[in-house]
T-cell receptor
Framework: GAVVSQHPSWVICKSGTSVKIECRSL??????MFWYRQFPKQSLMLMAT?????????EQGVEKDKFLINHASLTLSTLTVTSAHPEDSSFYIC?????????????FGPGTRLLVL | AQSVTQPDIHITVSEGASLELRCNYS??????LFWYVQSPGQGLQLLLK??????LVQGIKGFEAEFKRSQSSFNLRKPSVHWSDAAEYFC????????????FGQGTRLTINP
């Protein structure tokens, strides 16, 4: 149980284009999903917290207009990197948690590697 | 502000040897503590978690961790490592049973010598 998937697993795009990454909780309903970014040989940095049916909460320094997050259902959150640039190249990982009192941890997706040329 | 420190960036042990990865945290309230493992190019897998109760927590793959409030530590241990344990290990602290955002340590890369 507690499986989270991401699609695509890797993507290469040209500078200036937009890329959408999907995060799905496959066997549970996730009222909260999180998006992280990880640069090579570094730790995970939280970008934003996504709650189903409401606007995402972004961490300081993360541009909300550049990283669009939508959490339209209890099993799906999407991250769109708009007008991507080479510096946006990174490993993006999502996680999902269940409501309090049930699954008591965040479960992570396998990650999406983005390369912007 | 909450923070997590993993003092060891890289550790090398021989296969079959014991392992201890250190983790120190700073958190204003009751901490919820986690250890995750990440293989190259992969997402994170939860090894174990501590919320309350017994301070010695058992996890998957033969790992355990001990919560020591007086030392603000949550060290990960394994009595005998296997070559497949080579990976990056992250300690994390969060609130409300993991339903709120996590703060991760810098990670410890574990290398296993044959």
């Amino acid at each position: 149980g507690a499986v989270v998937s991401q699609h695509p697993s890797w993507v290469i795009c040209k500078s200036g284009t937009s890329v959408k990454i999907e995060c799905r909780s496959l066997d549970f309903q996730a009222t909260t999903m999180f998006w992280y970014r990880q640069f090579p040989k570094q730790s995970l940095m939280l970008m934003a917290t996504s709650n189903e049916g409401s606007k995402a909460t972004y961490e300081q320094g993360v541009e909300k207009d550049k990283f669009l997050i939508n959490h339209a259902s209890l099993t799906l959150s999407t991250l769109t990197v708009t007008s991507a640039h080479p510096e946006d190249s990174s490993f993006y990982i999502c996680s999902a948690s269940q409501p309090r009192g049930r699954q008591m941890a965040q479960y992570f997706g396998p990650g999406t590697r983005l390369l912007v040329l | 502000a909450q923070s997590v420190t993993q003092p060891d960036i890289h550790i090398t042990v021989s296969e079959g040897a014991s392992l201890e990865l250190r983790c120190n945290y700073s958190y204003g309230a009751t901490p919820y503590l986690f250890w995750y493992v990440q293989s190259p190019g992969q997402g994170l897998q939860l090894l174990l978690k501590y919320f309350s109760g017994d301070t010695l927590v058992q996890g998957i793959k033969g790992f355990e961790a001990e919560f020591k409030r007086s030392q603000s530590s949550f060290n990960l241990r394994k009595p005998s490592v296997h070559w497949s344990d080579a990976a990056e290990y992250f300690c994390a602290v969060g609130g409300v049973q993991g339903a709120q955002k996590l703060v991760f340590g810098q990670g410890t890369r574990l290398t296993i010598n044959p």
